[in-house]
């Protein structure tokens, strides 16, 4: 249990527990308006009540989203992390620091600590954890993948008896918004990406989105607790949306498939695959049909079978309803119970096989369709479909799309390297899960 143990005081008095936080953005905001509302409710139904005590802060005199008292506002971090009545320290911060050491210090006071921070986490999951466990501290982050969708709470509680061979997902709301809007309307990335900019979809600097950092993030705390060893962020295998044109989108419906910007992660022969990039689904998978903000996450346990989990990945009160579930969830906890992850060092793919999609810009004269059929057959890869689309450009070229049976990536790769641009030049290659 905590340092400061409040288990005893909430059976015999009902004395609420008491919370700081660190930082109080919207998400922050969020969390007090659920509490000041709801907090009789929670302490009704759940037995337990809470207090926030001081709220760490930037700025004093900013306005906030929700009015709360000048009196629990500090500039200070020790008034939070180092206070001996605060029992529970909640993390708005966002970012790597100094929201990372803040945490690792406020569990080594035994304080327990949630959050909803994939960035810190997933850069410092070592140090994190192994603080939490040396000071019999809670460490709580569900709402650090998928805001309110409950995956972190089922991989490590109802799934535990199951041995998980993979897990999919749509873990960024952005992106699925983005794709969404070019699949359905055959608009161009930019177009779209300027609109959701405009909707407060997107950031002013979208990079951690469109690039797959976000997703990244998240993968790498996903597959550490579905796998037992821990993935660092820097393995997972990333490549963003930024390239997508709506050509590929449009080319993809013709083969039956769905464009997602898909973290996967999958273990195979005592190794571990951890990748988030543009992906090809069938139009018949649970996750074809995950649109617009909307975040899922599709999972393989040899005795559950396959089961998804869908709901709302970000904004204000999704993430902010997950971490008041998680505050509850510490508060009523007899002994904190952190995942079991080995510190070893996990044996990461190098090379996948899957189908790949590959658009290519061939010289339309005879000969070049057997150069590059010929060119796929000298790594192994063989070719399971292949339409011409439009007519020939001015300079003589057509595209050419091909879709391969299951072949290794570096296979594929290879054989494109090899070939003549003067003849065929690869302009796009997806892959496709089934």
């Known amino acids: 249990?905590?340092?400061?143990?409040?288990?005893?005081?909430?059976?015999?008095?009902?004395?609420?527990?008491?919370?700081?936080?660190?930082?109080?953005?919207?998400?922050?905001?969020?969390?007090?308006?659920?509490?000041?509302t709801y907090g009789a409710q929670i302490e009704e139904n759940e037995g337990v009540g809470f207090e926030v005590r001081k709220i760490l802060v930037r700025s004093l005199n900013k306005s906030r989203a929700w009015a709360?008292?000048?009196?629990?506002?500090?500039?200070?971090?020790?008034?939070?992390?180092?206070?001996?009545?605060?029992?529970?320290?909640?993390?708005?911060?966002?970012?790597?620091?100094?929201?990372?050491?803040?945490?690792?210090?406020?569990?080594?006071?035994?304080?327990?600590?949630?959050?909803?921070?994939?960035?810190?986490?997933?850069t410092h999951w070592t140090q994190i954890v192994r603080a939490a466990r040396e000071h019999a501290a809670g460490l709580y982050y569900e709402a650090s993948v998928c805001g309110a969708v409950p995956i972190i709470r089922a991989i490590n509680g109802s799934l535990q008896a199951n041995r998980i061979s993979s897990v999919m997902g749509i873990i960024n709301g952005t992106t699925n918004y983005i794709l969404t809007r070019m699949a359905n309307e055959g608009a161009a990335y930019a177009d779209v990406l300027?609109?959701?900019?405009?909707?407060?979809l997107a950031e002013p600097d979208p990079t951690a989105d469109v690039e797959g950092y976000d997703a990244a993030y998240k993968l790498s705390i996903l597959s550490t607790l579905a796998f037992h060893r821990h993935v660092p962020v820097?393995?997972?295998?990333?490549?963003?949306?930024?390239g997508i044109t709506p050509l590929d989108v449009q080319c993809g419906k013709e083969f039956g498939l769905t464009l997602k910007l898909l973290a996967v992660a999958k273990e195979e022969d005592g190794e571990i695959q951890a990748r988030v990039h543009p992906t090809f689904v069938p139009n018949s998978h649970p996750l074809a049909n995950v649109n617009d903000a909307f975040n899922a996450v599709f999972v393989k346990g040899h005795a559950c079978g396959e089961m998804m989990f869908y709901g709302?990945?970000?904004?204000?009160?999704?993430?902010?309803?997950?971490?008041?579930?998680?505050?509850?969830?510490?508060a009523k906890a007899k002994r904190h119970e952190l995942p079991a992850v080995s510190e070893a060092p996990c044996r990461m793919a190098e090379d996948w096989r899957c189908v790949h999609f590959v658009r290519m810009r061939a010289k339309d004269e005879p000969g070049v369709l057997s150069l590059i059929t010929g060119g796929f057959a000298a790594e192994g890869v063989s070719i399971a479909s292949m339409v011409q689309k439009g007519e020939r450009?001015?300079?003589?070229?057509?595209?050419?799309?091909?879709?391969?049976?299951?072949?290794?990536?570096?296979?594929?790769?290879?054989?494109?390297?090899?070939?003549?641009?003067?003849?065929?030049?690869?302009?796009?290659?997806?892959?496709?899960?089934?």
Do not use: W
Request: net charge negative.
């Open 68 to 122: 709360i008292p000048s009196t629990l506002l500090t500039d200070r971090p020790e008034d939070v992390l180092d206070n001996p009545e605060i029992d529970m320290v909640m993390e708005f911060m966002g970012g790597e620091q100094p929201a990372a050491s803040y945490m690792v210090r406020a569990l080594e006071n035994g304080k327990c600590v949630i959050t909803a921070n994939k960035m810190a986490l997933a």
């Open 1 to 36: 249990t905590c340092k400061h143990s409040f288990e005893g005081r909430m059976h015999e008095s009902m004395e609420k527990i008491v919370v700081g936080f660190l930082g109080c953005g919207n998400i922050g905001c969020g969390v007090y308006k659920l509490l000041e």
């Open 194 to 200: 300027a609109d959701a900019q405009r909707l407060g």
């Open 312 to 330: 709302r990945g970000a904004g204000d009160l999704p993430t902010a309803s997950a971490l008041v579930s998680d505050l509850i969830c510490a």
């Open 393 to 434: 450009d001015e300079a003589g070229f057509v595209q050419l799309i091909f879709l391969t049976h299951r072949a290794g990536e570096h296979a594929v790769r290879r054989a494109l390297a090899k070939m003549d641009p003067a003849q065929a030049s690869a302009e796009s290659v997806i892959r496709v899960e089934e």
């Open 234 to 242: 820097e393995n997972v295998y990333r490549e963003g949306i930024t």
